[in-house]
């Protein structure tokens, strides 16, 4: 120990740091260098501002870092920058989205829109209960149909398939799914209503099982990486208590990998509450509150929203302001099913600890 | 309760590979035998066959006769779920169920193969259980915690009590203490001598000590080399194949020359 110590020259261990100081610093200095440039050349263009600054900041913190505190710790500072600098322009849009959403959304974001139709709605007023009530039942009833068809089918490719030909091609076939572009859902289960019931306006029911073909996929997935995360000692735990193997799965499996299943499940509303297409292939459109799936067109947000932005009366405006209050009433049904889905998936988590 | 198993010329294979070759052994009633030997002689696999627990690996088959009190395991129309309940089985690492509490993880048996049971008899089974597991004094007070909230020794308990709560004829342990620290495996080969005087109990163990300390009666494997079947060398009474076995390999693996 003391020999080590004694050969060591001091400050061996110690390297220069930059002080805490610097990186604000050189950020705000890099800010207003972009901002000089951009009025200078471009005009006072923030967009080109706010690259230059960044740009002028990666190089000043990898100058001075190198200089300081030497090129292990300037690659850190690299990294970190990079990362940071990634990360705010992934969650531009994101806001961006949500305050041209609240802003312009707020201004129709009242009672009358959550209580009226548009039915013998030609101006100001008018609502969209029906399009709210439509987008409920519609999902509602893809949920319905997915999660069963979904969850068995995982249930099949983890437990029963044990890669047997059947399950690979299920596999495959499910990633084809994936990749069904929305419309085509929609085509496809209009045509299959009109061959079941004939020419029709479609209907909510048709909706469903569009929105179905895109839901499936997506369930089958998920639900079967949770499924295969159980470990395998709790099947042999159950098997070994003398449970048959159906109990064990319904049991044992399923409750182990319920919170994970329901999330899946809540993302997969949220990928298709928002579809446009499919629904107004086979749902059709209306101005009238219908809650009948299985007759006459349904209304659904998504297709209120195209349909108030594509085909305005004449009042532009009013149509405008119902469509941005739809669309921020889409977002606020998302938000919460994301919520409801994280309260259910922790209250049904495995407990553990005290 | 605690019933003799008789095995004839058992032969286990995994697809075209045979993992075990030609055991024959008889496991008395209401005594610990003890399996020893070096890794991957087939003692686990032997084990799992012996309440059909190794069908769950894909492939897996077996040739031969296993008789608990003379009725044939392997014979025609035997339920594998039937067999399970009555030869019980305790696994290397503590598997308590995470979504059930200490409770519901000692009556998992009953509540999973939906029998119906009055609450008042199912608190007295739990407490039968927990108490014939030497658990009950430590988690009385926390019955409705969850069983992942117990320590390493504590859940093995758990799963233990889990197992008799069947009220098994025999229970197999496979490597039951080797994740759990010395004193969980004292508490644990305690109660294996306990339990014999109701059970038929099968040990797996690489612990040659503990296989001296707790078992009646020892069995040796071995694999002649890589890809080899395992096979059974020589078993007998314990105080015998620690002192003055048979077979050479047996003594060179006691005595820690290999393996």
Known sequence: MTTISQSMAPGQLTAGRLPKVVVPALLAGAALLGLAISLLVGGGNLALAAALAYIIFLIAVEVSARIV?????????????????????????????????????????????????????VGEGGGALHAITGTLWVTGMATL????IGLMTAVYLSEYGAKNRLAKAITFFVDVMTG??????????????????????????????????????????????????????????????????????????????????????ILAVARVIGETAPLLVAAGFTASLNNNLFANPMMTLPVFVYDSYAHPGVDVQVYLDRAWAGALTLIAIVMLLNLIGRLVARRFAPKTGN | MG??????????????????????????????????????????????????????????????????????????????????????????????????SIKENVLAGINLNNRRMPGSEKDDLAEQALKGANLWEEVKNRLNKPGASLSGGQQQRLCIA??????????????????????????????????????????????????????????????????????????????KIFSAPDVKATEDYISGRFG
């Open chain 1, 69 to 121: 505190e030497g090129a292990r710790q300037a690659a850190d500072r690299r990294a970190t920058s990079m990362i940071v600098g990634a990360f705010v322009l992934a969650l531009l849009p994101l806001g961006s989205v949500t305050w041209e959403a609240l802003s312009k959304g707020a201004a129709r974001f009242d009672l009358t829109f959550f209580t009226y139709s548009m039915r013998n709605v």
């Open chain 1, 145 to 148: 149909i997915s999660v069963p």
């Open chain 1, 180 to 265: 069904v572009p929305s419309i085509v859902a929609g085509l496809f289960a209009y045509a299959l209503m009109t061959l079941i019931i004939g020419p029709n306006t479609g209907f909510g029911f048709a909706g469903s099982v569009a929105l179905s073909v895109l839901m499936i996929p997506v369930v089958v997935r998920s639900s079967e990486e949770l499924l295969r995360l159980v470990p395998n000692e709790l099947r042999e735990a159950a098997y070994a208590l003398g449970v048959p193997k159906w109990l064990t799965i319904t049991r044992v499996v399923i409750p182990t990998a319920i919170s994970g299943i329901v999330s899946g499940v």
């Open chain 2, 3 to 100: 019933k003799r198993i008789e095995v004839t010329d058992l032969n286990v294979y995994y697809g075209d590979f045979r993992a075990v070759e030609d055991v024959s052994i008889t496991i008395e009633a209401k005594s610990v035998t003890a399996f020893i030997g070096p890794s991957g002689c087939g003692k686990s696999t032997f084990l799992r066959t012996l309440n059909r627990m190794h069908e769950v690996i894909p492939g897996a088959r077996v040739e031969g006769e296993v008789l608990l009190d003379g009725e044939n395991l392997y014979g025609p129309g035997v339920d594998p779920v039937r067999v399970r309940r009555h030869i019980g089985m305790v696994f290397q690492r503590p598997n308590p169920f995470p979504t059930m």
């Open chain 2, 162 to 239: 889990r197992a008799i709560a069947m009220e098994p004829e025999v229970l197999l342990m496979d490597e039951p203490a080797s994740a759990l620290d010395p004193i969980s495996t004292l508490a644990i080969e305690d109660l294996m001598n306990e339990l014999k005087q109701q059970y038929t109990i099968v040990i797996v163990t690489h612990n040659m000590q503990q296989a001296a300390r707790v078992s009646d009666v020892t069995a040796f494997f071995n694999i002649a080399g890589a890809g080899a079947p395992g096979r059974l060398i020589e078993s007998g009474p314990t105080e």
